[in-house]
């Protein structure tokens, strides 16, 4: 399989070559909103109560595509007004950071207790 490149369609930006856990990798960011924030990681519905209060967030998400092909680590965050979340509150942010160096890993994620 040929190697993945940043998608310019999208909006994405070649930021060079890095090493990710000792394997090379392309380096990437594209600019995102709350939306696409929502159905790329759900679980940050668990945090905030779904879409509504995100949808006017922006931020961005780096990733890193190693020479397979395959995606290897993400980090992105997004960030935008608070007050539907808690009166009075002016400003939040959400942060994810994964890395799949162990892909043959079975991986479960459960909301929190």
Known sequence: MAPRHCDQRIGGDALGIEVVEGA???HCRVAIDGRTFVA???QSSWLVGGLPPLSRWRGEVDYWIFLD???GRIDGAVSGSAGDLHP???QA???VQLTATGRDEPVTLVPPA
């Open 24 to 26: 090379t990798a392309r």
């Open 40 to 42: 790329a990681f759900p």
């Open 69 to 71: 092909g395959e995606v």
């Open 88 to 90: 009075g509150a002016l």
């Open 93 to 95: 942010a959400l942060r």
